[in-house]
């Protein structure tokens, strides 16, 4: 029996889906060496393990080496358990693992090639969601028909719902949109750059799906990893100079990084990236306990913007911390609310 939905449940932006509001982002199926060396038995179980704990959105794309073919293997028996995206205007007809083989082309030959190869893989007649890959103009969507392309496959029943996977300042092309009823942006209490579109992302009837939610998980692995576009040591700064962990009180870095977008009210689903069973565990009981309470969210998002990690800023430097930022700084910690209590 499937547990209830992890995190909740959230109806998918102006679509009939209804999924769970914590989401599997099933990079780390990629295989060895860029990601774990893992075997089909041991996936399996951990994918239905996923499920039966109420994950029941997993995030997938022909990028991600193995992912697809393992996901089809493990769950195309229980395929209307789950919400299954994937992305498209990747490399078709590819077998292994690499960046490499990363590179996209936005045409809409493509586009259905790779749905298509998508299909046989994930062992399904149909993907709920269907996300074009790698940050693209729209201009380039237009000019080379993928547009027309994912309305020819949504009309034919082979997707149900068709998106982007896209970040500011190239985003904001995707607004007002309305071919498009999904949004993937990345987005952290560490990388806010996207948070001011998110709102208008909602309001145009968008479902927004989050990723890069725990940075990597970079916070709570001592800062041993990073996010990916950012520099060395440039998140870790940003939570030091914020004092981020002054208003913890007791909880973990890591609830703290899920809860914060779980916090954000226009985020349908936050997706994580693990295949260890006790991390899922972990993971889904911090989801469970939903949004942090408003005054601590406020007042992590003052700390963060006086610190230069603000929604909307671009890319966090230490430049950002200027003299007027510094003195905003000051200001937020001398707050009597700074201990978030």
Same mark, same amino acid.
């Given at each position: 029996m499937t547990a209830s939905p992890a995190g909740g449940q959230r109806r998918f932006g102006a679509t009939d889906i209804v999924t769970s509001r914590l989401g599997y982002g099933a990079m780390e199926l990629a295989g060895a060496p860029k990601a774990r060396d893992l075997s089909e038995s041991e996936v399996s179980r951990f994918l239905n393990l996923l499920v039966d704990s109420g994950v029941t959105y997993i995030d997938t794309s022909i990028d991600y080496g193995l992912s697809e073919m393992l996901i089809g293997k493990a769950? =195309?028996? @229980? @395929?209307?358990?789950? #919400?299954? =995206?994937?992305?498209?205007?990747?490399?078709?007809g590819v077998h292994g693992v690499g960046d490499a083989h990363e590179k996209h082309t936005y045409t809409g030959e493509n586009v259905i090639a790779g749905v298509e190869q998508s299909l046989l893989r994930l062992k399904t007649d149909h993907l709920d969601v269907v996300q074009v890959h790698g940050d693209p103009t729209r201009a380039q969507l237009e000019d080379g028909g993928v547009i027309d392309a994912l309305i020819k496959l949504k009309r034919d029943g082979k997707v149900r719902a068709i998106g982007i996977s896209s970040r500011l300042p190239k985003l904001a092309d995707f607004v007002t949109l309305d071919v498009f009823d999904v949004i993937q942006v990345p987005y952290s209490a560490l990388q806010r750059t996207n948070e001011n579109v998110l709102a208008q992302l909602k309001a145009n009837g968008k479902a927004i799906v989050a990723r890069g939610v725990t940075g990597r998980g970079a916070p709570a692995k001592d800062w041993a990893t990073r996010p990916i576009g950012t520099k060395d040591g440039e998140v870790r700064a940003l939570w030091e100079r914020a004092d981020l962990d002054d208003l913890l009180d007791g909880m973990s870095r890591l609830e703290f990084m899920i @809860?914060?977008?779980?916090?954000?009210?226009?985020?349908?689903? #936050?997706?994580?990236?693990? #295949?260890?069973?006790?991390?899922?565990a972990?993971?889904?009981a911090i989801a469970n306990k939903g949004p942090l309470d408003?005054?601590?969210h406020a007042r992590a998002c003052a700390l963060l913007d006086a610190a230069g990690g603000g929604g909307g800023r671009g890319r966090i430097c230490a430049r950002r911390a200027n003299a007027r930022a510094l003195n905003a700084l000051d200001m937020a910690r001398a707050s009597p609310d700074h201990s978030g209590k």
């Open positions: 769950l =195309a028996h @229980r @395929r209307d358990d789950f #919400t299954l =995206a994937s992305k498209c205007a990747c490399a078709v @809860r914060f977008v779980l916090s954000n009210p226009a985020i349908d689903v #936050t997706l994580t990236a693990i #295949t260890n069973p006790q991390h899922l972990q993971n889904i408003a005054k601590l």
